[in-house]
Nanobody, 125 residues
Framework: QVQLVESGGRLVQAGDSLRLSCAAS????????MGWFRQAPGKEREFVAA????????YYGDSVKGRFTISRDGAKNTAYLQMNNLKPEDTAVYYC??????????????????WGKGTLVTVSS
């Protein structure tokens, strides 16, 4: 079983950058794909990004493509989401997720197997 703990969320201004971290614990972290989702108040959960277990493949939601970068450090059992040029529309609780299934970003967009509790990112104008 994998446990995920997000950190790094805070209040920032539009145009700022922010890096979220996801610390993973449990067995065989490097064999899991990792992902980020977000949910704004009153809205449905939205897929943000995913990265394969070796880090060779990434996939992004259209709303963040070109601004956000997902990465991972297997030695530290940590995944990251680098967010650049933040916009007020990015305000949401950001959730880290993991999945042991074969790489398939189309499947991940519907959800993953393991979830963190989330970290709040607020972007002011």
């Amino acid at each position: 079983q994998v446990q995920l703990v997000e950190s790094g969320g805070r209040l920032v201004q539009a145009g700022d950058s922010l890096r979220l971290s996801c610390a993973a614990s449990g067995r065989t972290f490097s064999s899991y794909a990792m992902g980020w989702f977000r949910q704004a108040p009153g809205k449905e959960r939205e897929f943000v990004a995913a990265i394969s277990w070796r880090g060779g493949y990434t996939y992004y939601g259209d709303s963040v493509k070109g601004r956000f970068t997902i990465s991972r450090d297997g030695a530290k059992n940590t995944a990251y989401l680098q967010m650049n040029n933040l916009k007020p529309e990015d305000t949401a609780v950001y959730y880290c997720a993991a999945d042991a299934r074969n790489w398939n970003p189309q499947v991940y967009q519907g959800g993953m197997n393991y979830w963190g509790k989330g970290t709040l990112v607020t972007v002011s104008s």
